[in-house]
T-cell receptor, first 115, second 113 residues
Framework: DAGVTQSPTHLIKTRGQHVTLRCSPI?????VSWYQQVLGQGPQFIFQ???????GRGNFPDRFSARQFPNYSSELNVNALLLGDSALYLC??????????????FGNGTRLTVT | KQEVTQIPAALSVPEGENLVLNCSFT??????LQWFRQDPGKGLTSLLL?????REQTSGRLNASLDKSSGRSTLYIAASQPGDSATYLC????????????FGTGTRLLVSP
């Protein structure tokens, strides 16, 4: 079975531009979360979506938005890019919210560089 | 606010050694704790998940323990191998429904042949 897949793998953008990152969860997984990992730090939570509804949002500005589609795939959008948005963006999926012991499975991420 | 700390930040050992990685968290009201491995430039691979009601979990050469009351977890790696070289991250989750994980900054492990 395919794991969590993210596209693109690498992306270079200029300050002020907009970017869309995509994530396909493991088949059957209904919950998708997004994390930002700056070099040398642990991942920081951005969003969680479950059944197409936002379940939670981390401490990120409104320039960051996301959505989940009927097939449970997800997009993360970032507007008005800043140099500080350069990071590895990770997507994670899990079976449901409520299954005890349901771990998060992460994709390989999208490396975003803002110049 | 939950804070997660991992000690040491980096560790270098010769092949074959047993080693312990430490993770501490400030708020003991957690739902579970998960250990991950991250290879350079890659995503996270889940190693072990411990529910708050559990004391430890084992998978192969890996053993993770959890002492919720003291806010500590350890990851024990037996008979380390060069292929174990990676960054190890621990993360805690507070709620059953809300899947926000709070991560530590990781321990970078290098196992030399």
């Amino acid at each position: 079975d395919a794991g969590v897949t993210q596209s693109p793998t690498h992306l270079i953008k200029t300050r002020g531009q907009h970017v869309t990152l995509r994530c396909s969860p493991i088949s059957g997984h209904k919950s998708v979360s997004w994390y930002q990992q700056v070099l040398g730090q642990g991942p920081q939570f951005i969003f969680q979506y479950y059944e197409k509804e936002e379940r939670g949002r981390g401490n990120f500005p409104d320039r960051f938005s996301a959505r989940q589609f009927p097939n449970y795939s997800s997009e993360l959008n970032v507007n008005a890019l800043l140099l500080g948005d350069s990071a590895l963006y990770l997507c994670a999926s899990s079976l449901t919210e409520w299954v005890i012991g349901s771990p998060l499975h992460f994709g390989n991420g999208t490396r975003l560089t803002v110049t | 606010k939950q804070e997660v700390t991992q000690i040491p930040a980096a560790l270098s050992v010769p092949e074959g050694e047993n080693l312990v990685l430490n993770c501490s968290f400030t708020d003991s009201a957690i739902y579970n704790l998960q250990w991950f491995r991250q290879d350079p430039g890659k995503g996270l691979t889940s190693l072990l998940l411990i529910q708050s009601s559990q004391r430890e979990q084992t998978s192969g050469r890996l053993n993770a323990s959890l002492d919720k009351s003291s806010g500590r977890s350890t990851l024990y790696i037996a008979a380390s191998q060069p292929g174990d070289s990676a960054t190890y991250l621990c993360a805690v989750r507070r709620d059953t429904g809300f899947q926000k994980l709070v991560f530590g900054t990781g321990t970078r492990l290098l196992v030399s042949p």
